[in-house]
Antibody, heavy 123, light 107 residues
Framework: QVQLQESGPGLVRPSQTLSLTCTVSGGSISITNYYWSWIRQPAGKQLEWIGRIYISGSTNYNPSLKSRITISLDTSKNQFSLKLSSVTAADTAVYYC???????????????WGQGTLVTVSS | DIQMTQSPSSLSASVGDRVTITCQAS??????LVWYQQKPGKAPKLLIYDASSLRPGVPSRFSGSGSGTHFTFTISRLQPEDIAIYYCQHHDNLPWTFGQGTKVEIK
């Protein structure tokens, strides 16, 4: 099973862009029928799916965040990334990268997760 | 978006007790329902998929059932290491959404 590791700044200023990278190890990010997602969790609150990307570069985003999200892929580095623009304190959360794959009915079953990284939005 | 409502939000039970958590979907999601376990400071861990299928390696005291809009998750005999927050999540259509979680504690 692949391992995932998030990296990026732990502090972002309000109105700036949050940027995180997820490095995949123990397997190729270019695996077929596998989607790579970002999920976040504000302190003490429930999980929120942010969006996903496929090896083709095709993306799907949560409509609640769609206007501010960009997810991209760098197959040469076995990484995928998240950019969230115009952040506010409400974007403070632990951000997880996760993978889901198999047949089409499994594309929403997250069987691999990074450890998570806390991003705080504050001036 | 499909809303997932879990109950209770927290529970306290004794070691060896049977624990049941329910998850209600705001519309029919067939069996596209997953259960995760999250321990403090850790990422969620997949336990049950397709509403009732146990992930390989997960202890058999964990089980799930249901279809459509009503689902249950059961720990047959609660163990100290089961202390965690449990989340349901649907994967019927985008966006995927999660329940608000159920915190399980030892009495």
């Amino acid at each position: 099973q692949v391992q995932l590791q998030e990296s990026g700044p732990g502090l972002v200023r309000p109105s700036q862009t949050l940027s995180l990278t997820c490095t995949v190890s123990g397997g190729s990010i270019s695996i077929t029928n596998y989607y790579w997602s970002w999920i976040r969790q504000p302190a003490g609150k429930q999980l929120e799916w942010i969006g996903r990307i496929y090896i083709s570069g095709s993306t799907n985003y949560n409509p609640s965040l769609k206007s501010r999200i960009t997810i991209s892929l760098d197959t040469s580095k076995n990484q995928f990334s998240l950019k969230l623009s115009s952040v506010t304190a409400a974007d403070t959360a632990v951000y997880y990268c996760a993978g889901a794959g198999g047949d089409s009915s499994s594309w929403g079953i997250f069987d691999s997760w990074g450890q998570g990284t806390l991003v705080t939005v504050s001036s | 978006d499909i809303q997932m409502t879990q109950s209770p939000s927290s529970l306290s039970a004794s070691v060896g007790d049977r624990v049941t958590i329910t998850c209600q979907a705001s519309q029919d999601i067939s069996d596209y329902l997953v259960w995760y376990q999250q321990k403090p400071g850790k990422a969620p861990k997949l336990l049950i998929y397709d509403a009732s299928s146990l992930r390989p390696g997960v202890p058999s005291r964990f089980s799930g059932s249901g279809s459509g809009t009503h689902f249950t998750f059961t720990i047959s005999r609660l163990q100290p290491e089961d202390i965690a927050i449990y989340y349901c999540q649907h994967h019927d259509n985008l966006p995927w959404t999660f329940g608000q979680g159920t915190k399980v504690e030892i009495k």
